[in-house]
T-cell receptor, first 115, second 114 residues
Framework: DTGVSQDPRHKITKRGQNVTFRCDPI?????LYWYRQTLGQGPEFLTY????????KSRLLSDRFSAERPKGSFSTLEIQRTEQGDSAMYLC?????????????FGPGTRLLVL | DQQVKQNSPSLSVQEGRISILNCDYT??????FLWYKKYPAEGPTFLIS?????DKNEDGRFTVFLNKSAKHLSLHIVPSQPGDSAVYFC?????????????FGKGTHLIIQP
């Protein structure tokens, strides 16, 4: 399977703990995105990388959130001092930008529950 | 303020009939539109897209129509099949793509009845 993969698929943590999620994009894709989806909403953009450079962050991404993409391959999203409001599905997507228009392909997501 | 709106939270259609899912947008800078399908506990799956320079794009049972003047697009599924039951998201992209990511609607839950 050469699609986008995410790990773990589910995470339950206690408030105040730190969590880290991993995303492996489609291998030839140069852009990687993180989104968050809560119940009844569509995915909301958090941040994206072009190769290893983080080029944009949404205002949704508070100081407790940090994302990295070392060497332009896989990416990690860390949430420090988790809060109950962080409970959501965290989605990763990747794309290959060759023309102006791009199609993003999503992974299965990591469902986070903060108790 | 929702820039992409899907005003029907759910839609029920009989198997074999046409399903029409609607989407409206407010940002005239959007120039690329996509439809995704999502099953519970899975990530969105890309279905079909359309550039703002076109008014129609077809792929098998799926056709997307774009009316730029009305800032409206629709997804037609013909014929509808039980496996089409899922949540469908409309998404839009600004020129240059990455800066704001995709902007999604809230989704329409399509239920195909046998």
């Amino acid at each position: 399977d050469t699609g986008v993969s995410q790990d773990p698929r589910h995470k339950i943590t206690k408030r105040g703990q730190n969590v880290t999620f991993r995303c492996d994009p489609i291998s030839e894709h140069n852009r990687l995105y993180w989104y968050r989806q809560t119940l009844g909403q569509g995915p909301e953009f958090l941040t994206y990388f072009q190769n290893e450079a983080q080029l944009e962050k949404s205002r949704l991404l508070s100081d407790r959130f940090s994302a990295e993409r070392p060497k332009g391959s896989f990416s990690t999203l860390e949430i420090q001092r988790t809060e109950q409001g962080d409970s959501a599905m965290y989605l990763c997507a990747s794309s290959f930008v060759r023309l102006i228009q791009e199609t993003q392909y999503f992974g299965p997501g990591t469902r986070l529950l903060v108790l | 303020d929702q820039q992409v709106k899907q005003n029907s939270p759910s839609l029920s259609v009989q198997e074999g009939r046409i399903s029409i899912l609607n989407c409206d947008y407010t940002n005239s800078m959007f120039d690329y539109f996509l439809w995704y399908k999502k099953y519970p506990a899975e990530g969105p799956t890309f279905l079909i897209s359309i550039s703002s320079i076109k008014d129609k794009n077809e792929d098998g049972r799926f056709t997307v129509f774009l009316n730029k003047s009305a800032k409206h697009l629709s997804l037609h599924i013909v014929p509808s099949q039980p496996g089409d039951s899922a949540v469908y998201f409309c998404a839009a992209l600004s020129p240059g793509g990455g800066a704001d990511g995709l902007t999604f609607g809230k989704g329409t839950h399509l239920i195909i009845q046998p």
